[in-house]
């Protein structure tokens, strides 16, 4: 019997966390002795009392209070609230298949040098806003290698959403950096596969994400994933992955081409040209990843909202902690979504 524990961070999700749970209480759970933690940010709209009047019913859910109020905290609590064999990280917006854990159990039964793995993302959209935001987050052109997004690729890859962990891989690479407020699944599979492990996705195993997204939200939470990543790249001494810099690097080619072109006119049509392709590239990719008919021009604004948050986010951390030495400012802390 392979103990497995599931450790959910979670703040004000009165309107998900028991579809989640019952998400969870469904699985197959042949051959698993499974915990469930929430850990909850002390919630103010009733997401404890649904928690509590579930582990009620269900001996394998328990509640642990986070006040700290940040995922990587919730993370670690979770995980270290019980003993476990395979620990699993889950959002309290997501409702896993119920075949998601046996199948991540087999993959890293069946293959030693695995230390996690996960599944593809489905996203639910709540409004058509954010489906078409959900279509530019699905789509290589709006997010690269997310793998586990695209479904372009099965197989080993560098990085998860809700991923299944050996024990010894915390044991070895220790816990989620508890100084990040962004990235800290992805700096955490950094140091696994750092550390030699593979991560794998599986496109058989399944998870769908209750999507609010608006564009001022989608705004906020890339600018801070791009600000966070330098701070990530900072404490590593290196660049975590390639497609993190190709915003940034957008970025420069805007700004400096423009002002070149303003200085030498021949300058100029090589710098419209290259804002011409990337024009083009953007309503291409938003015309085949657009949910509906019409609804192209809405997936082109959430490209370039992406593309241009993370890069002004990256220059922001590279400008804060490159460049004055300094740490993260508080208000910077502030969880958006």
Same mark, same amino acid.
């Given at each position: 019997?392979?103990?497995?524990?599931?450790?959910?961070?979670?703040?004000?999700?009165?309107?998900?966390?028991?579809?989640?749970?019952?998400?969870?209480?469904?699985?197959?759970?042949?051959?698993?002795?499974?915990?469930?933690?929430?850990?909850?940010?002390?919630?103010?709209?009733?997401?404890?009392?649904?928690?509590?009047?579930?582990?009620?019913?269900?001996?394998?859910?328990?509640?642990?209070?986070?006040?700290?109020?940040?995922?990587?905290?919730?993370?670690?609590?979770?995980?270290?609230?019980?003993?476990?064999?395979?620990?699993?990280?889950?959002?309290?917006?997501?409702?896993?298949?119920?075949?998601?854990?046996?199948?991540?159990?087999?993959?890293?039964?069946?293959?030693?040098?695995?230390?996690?793995?996960?599944?593809?993302?489905?996203?639910?959209?709540?409004?058509?806003?954010?489906?078409?935001?959900?279509?530019?987050?699905?789509?290589?052109?709006?997010?690269?290698?997310?793998?586990?997004?695209? #479904?372009?690729? /099965? !197989?080993?890859?560098?990085? *998860? =959403?809700?991923?299944? $962990?050996?024990?010894? +891989?915390?044991?070895? &690479?220790?816990?989620?950096?508890?100084?990040?407020?962004?990235?800290?699944?992805?700096?955490?599979?950094?140091?696994?596969?750092?550390?030699?492990?593979?991560?794998?996705?599986?496109?058989?195993?399944?998870?769908?994400?209750?999507?609010?997204?608006?564009?001022?939200?989608?705004?906020?939470?890339?600018?801070?994933?791009?600000?966070?990543?330098?701070?990530?790249?900072?404490?590593?001494?290196?660049?975590?992955?390639?497609?993190?810099?190709?915003?940034?690097?957008?970025?420069?080619?805007?700004?400096? #081409?423009?002002? /070149? !072109?303003?200085?030498?006119? *021949? =300058?100029?049509?090589? $710098?419209?040209?290259? +804002?011409?392709?990337? &024009?083009?590239?953007?309503?291409?990719?938003?015309?085949?990843?657009?949910?509906?008919?019409?609804?192209?021009?809405?997936?082109?604004?959430?490209?370039?909202?992406?593309?241009?948050?993370?890069?002004?986010?990256?220059?922001?951390?590279?400008?804060?902690?490159?460049?004055?030495?300094?740490?993260?400012?508080?208000?910077?802390?502030?969880?958006?979504?």
């Amino acid at each position: 019997m392979k103990r497995v524990s599931i450790s959910i961070h979670c703040r004000n999700e009165a309107r998900y966390i028991e579809a989640c749970l019952q998400s969870i209480v469904a699985m197959d759970r042949t051959g698993m002795d499974l915990a469930v933690v929430v850990c909850d940010g002390m919630s103010e709209d009733g997401t404890r009392e649904i928690v509590q009047r579930m582990a009620e019913q269900h001996a394998l859910i328990r509640l642990v209070d986070n006040p700290h109020r940040t995922t990587p905290q919730a993370l670690n609590l979770g995980l270290q609230a019980v003993p476990f064999d395979y620990g699993m990280i889950l959002g309290a917006h997501a409702e896993v298949a119920p075949d998601y854990a046996r199948a991540c159990l087999e993959a890293l039964e069946a293959d030693d040098s695995l230390g996690c793995a996960g599944g593809l993302i489905e996203n639910l959209y709540e409004t058509e806003e954010a489906r078409a935001i959900g279509a530019a987050m699905a789509h290589p052109f709006g997010v690269g290698g997310a793998h586990f997004r695209t #479904g372009a690729v /099965a !197989g080993r890859v560098d990085t *998860v =959403a809700f991923g299944v $962990y050996r024990r010894e +891989v915390f044991e070895r &690479v220790g816990w989620f950096d508890e100084d990040l407020v962004r990235n800290q699944d992805d700096e955490f599979n950094f140091r696994v596969t750092k550390a030699g492990y593979g991560i794998l996705l599986l496109p058989q195993a399944k998870a769908r994400y209750h999507v609010r997204a608006s564009f001022l939200r989608l705004y906020r939470q890339y600018f801070q994933y791009g600000y966070w990543k330098v701070y990530v790249n900072i404490k590593h001494g290196t660049v975590t992955t390639l497609r993190q810099v190709v915003p940034a690097a957008w970025i420069v080619v805007l700004v400096l #081409g423009g002002l /070149a !072109g303003l200085a030498w006119p *021949v =300058a100029r049509w090589p $710098y419209l040209g290259m +804002v011409g392709l990337y &024009v083009l590239a953007s309503c291409m990719a938003a015309v085949k990843a657009a949910p509906g008919p019409g609804q192209w021009p809405s997936v082109v604004r959430a490209y370039w909202t992406l593309h241009a948050a993370y890069g002004l986010g990256y220059f922001k951390g590279a400008w804060r902690f490159m460049l004055l030495r300094g740490k993260p400012e508080e208000h910077s802390k502030a969880l958006t979504r």
